[in-house]
């Protein structure tokens, strides 16, 4: 043990220590319970930002300490490899996104390792991996052949910058989750992955996660989006009919137009038979140009329409008008609305503006019917409330009314009851090079044909062109296109669409228990010895894509025999940001960045690692602070002194026992007591994610060391520093060790079980009291020694025995002998 604390020195010696020993193989000794720890892996992009260093901190935290309390831990990493950025480097910089990759992975996997993370590196993979492509696409041809994956034309959302498709999720807000650009529609043939079928399934598990925070399962709920409702089709002036989705049957006889999305495939055929293509036509193009933020968050203008045609009112049997408006999505429920402008406040708006009628249908319990509010209403009425100027149907209420008005729908065959989910089918395609091949030929005379498992992987070729222009370079390298038919064996061509990289983020967790070149795509022995997920940790910007996708994939996974569990993560735990100091993002273009590499060069691993997990509560954001980092490398340094003082003192107790109570001074009991205490504190602490109170604890530990006296209780000084090595281990690893072998342990503290408290000392010393009620003995009472009266009193006033002598009586007195009895007076 050196004089000074130099981080510098010791850390890489450390590192080097655990690695070649391998003290972090997570082996499948069953014997012991097992903890997987998980942490959301990086997407290459070339450098750990400090937000990586917060998150892996924090699993690196939980993987120790689950370590030294004797779990078998498996905590692993990897790379998210695919994606745009690499591409677009090789766009920029013309290297080739391999290599970009490659050389991401390295510079990042040392940053990392220089963090002291105690992964088990011989599990890192990368979702580039050949035998990680063959897996994906092995499952991308069950999910086909189940009819999880289909291909058909569709409007997509479209990132013009990134010139690639984007699933909905990719597009919240209207704009590009990558690169912020406002998103278009386009239509195009294209795979998507039927997760709607799993929408049910999705929903009801999240009541089943109570290690989730209510809040991310609340996002998943809103964003599944079930609502209970009606499907209702109009008869259509001249044959046909259009079909709408709406949760409110019960105001059918309200409904006054019917409103197509722009982009429903009914809406120019009805709009040629109404002789008005050309207005359709163009209102179309507009609304597709126009942004779909606005679009999406119902704040645009409403705008639309008339197709020239009617429809009829199934209900009221009148002619209504059918339109084309802007706020009317395509993807959600049938693409077509009942419009009812007294019930729905945007219906209300566009009818203002169209000129178009409202007829109120729905009006609070006791209005009447020719109340000015209905004759003439200022705003659409959208709550519940009694049917009127409905037919046979007026007079019931709301909820009755939906019922009997699809009843009656129903028996003349033109409606249906049905459940609605906002969440889309996802579209798994996109036209760009870096990513998993899709393992499909399309052949002229078969058909899209899967590529035959004996041709797995199929592969990128690496020799194409990075222009940027022009759609994927995959489609533009005819020797990747050409093939064979595997049906029938004429050319036939590849499909030139990798897969969306959150398809390889969605299972790539099993990919840590199945070895590498295992034949299955999933080890199921080893999945079910390792899986669930004890405890996922991760930024909250995954509360919706990610998690949804790995959880619908678990469920196909389970259905498809692959694992046998139904959620893959039992406890999910959302980490806050890293700020700057101000408060603001870091970000490059900012330059605003802090370096892990520059302030673990200058503070060391264990600084920067202390100072992250103390600075405050896990999920709240920190504003960075290089003061902070310091004060956390001056609290080290104190340990250090600490132990360096002292260490001369237990030069004949090395490898000796705990010392027992009996063995020491009364002064040395307290600050073992203490120690122990700090022991048990800790432990409670990071089982709940607390990690800046373990620390805390770990501060007051170091002031009780500097407050006694030194030498004078070698054997208790030992041991209260004992328990400070290990409660900080998991933090600061590296100093922490060395200390350790400093007090004369031979056994590293990574290797090492966590030091239990010993209960005889945590308690505190007792004394049996005698209760009296009126002088008459009626019991007993154990309570610390030297109690504080006014709570000897209450404690005595509560007492059952107590109570039941007293009870309906007034207490006059409690006369208190310290150390001997307690006695109530009543009356
Ligand atoms: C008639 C009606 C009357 C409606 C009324 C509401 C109130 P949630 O609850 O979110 O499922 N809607 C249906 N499809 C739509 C689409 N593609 N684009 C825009 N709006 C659409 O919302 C369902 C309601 O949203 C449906 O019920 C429909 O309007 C509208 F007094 O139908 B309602
Ligand atoms: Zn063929």
Known sequence: MDERYDPAGIEPRWQERWRSKGVFRASSDRSKPKYFVLEMFPYTSGRLHMGHVRNYTMGDVVARYRRMRGFNVLYATGWDAYGLPAENAAIRQGIHPADFTRQSIASMKSAMQRLGFSYDWERERATCDDPYVRAQQVLFLEFYRRGLIHRRKAFVNWCPSCATVLANEQAQGGVCWRCQSVVTRREVDHWFCHIRAYADELLSGLDRLPGWSESVRNIQRNWIGRSEGAEIDFPVEGGGSVRVFTTRPDTLYGATFVLLAPEHPQALELARRGGRED??????????????????????????????????????????????????????????????????????????????????????????????????????????????????????????????????????????????????????????????????????????????????????PRD?????????????????????????????????????????????????????????????????????????????????????????????????????????????????????????????????????????????????????????????????????????????????????????????????????????????VELVRAAHETVAKVARDLDAFSFNTALAATHELTNALKAFEKGADPAAEREALRCLMAALHPFAPHATEELWEGLGETRWLAESLWPEPDPELLRRDEKELVLQVNGKPRGHITVPVGMEEGALREAALAHPKVLSWTKGRQVVRVVVVPDRLVNVVVN
């Open 464 to 668: 194409v062109a990075f222009t940027g222009e022009g759609g994927s370079p995959l489609a533009r390298s005819e020797a990747f296109v050409r093939t064979v038919c595997p049906a029938c064996g004429k050319p036939a061509r590849r499909d030139t669409d990798t897969m969306d990289t959150f398809v390889d983020s969605a299972w790539y967790f099993l990919r840590y228990v199945t070895p590498m070149g295992a034949r299955e795509p999933v080890d199921r022995e080893e999945a079910r010895c390792w899986l669930p997920v004890d405890v996922y940790v991760g930024g909250v910007e995954h509360a919706v894509l990610h998690l949804m996708y790995a959880r619908f994939f678990i469920k196909v996974l389970r259905d498809l025999g692959h694992v046998g569990f139904d959620e893959p993560f039992l406890q999910l735990r959302n980490h806050g940001m890293v700020n700057d100091r101000f408060g603001e993002k870091q970000s490059k273009s900012k330059g605003n960045v802090v370096e892990p590499a520059d302030v673990v060069r200058m503070q060391g691993a264990d600084a920067l690692r202390v100072y992250m997990m103390f600075v405050t509560a896990y999920d709240v954001p920190i504003n960075w602070s290089d003061e902070g980092v310091s004060h956390s490398k001056d609290f080290l340094e104190r340990v250090w002194a600490q132990v360096r003082a002292r260490a001369p003192l237990f030069a004949r107790l090395a490898g000796a026992a705990r010392p027992k109570k009996g063995d020491l001074t009364p002064r040395g």
């Open 279 to 460: 207005e359709v036509r163009r209102f179309r193009d507009e609304v597709f140009a126009a942004e779909r933020i606005a679009r999406k968050a119902g704040d645009l203008e409403k705008d639309g329409v008339f197709t020239g045609l009617h429809a009829v009112n199934p209900g009221t049997g009148e002619r209504i008008p059918v339109w084309v408006a802007n706020f009317v999505l395509m993807e959600y429920g049938t693409g077509a609305i009942m419009s009812v402008p007294a019930h729905d406040q945007r219906d209300f708006e566009f009818a203002k503006k169209m000129d178009l009628p409202i007829r109120v249908v729905i009006v609070p319990e006791g209005t009447s019917a020719d109340a000015p509010e209905v004759r003439s209403p200022a705003q659409a009425f959208e709550e519940a409330g009694v049917m009127i100027q409905s037919g046979p149907h007026s007079g019931l209420p709301s909820e009755a009314g939906k019922r009997k008005v699809v009843e009656m729908l129903e028996g003349r065959g033109i409606g249906r009851a049905v459940v609605n989910f906002r969440l889309q089918d996802w579209s798994i395609s996109r036209q760009r090079y870096w990513g998993v091949p899709i393992p499909i030929v399309h052949c002229e005379a078969c058909g899209p044909q899967p590529v035959p498992d004996r041709d797995l992987p199929v592969l990128l």
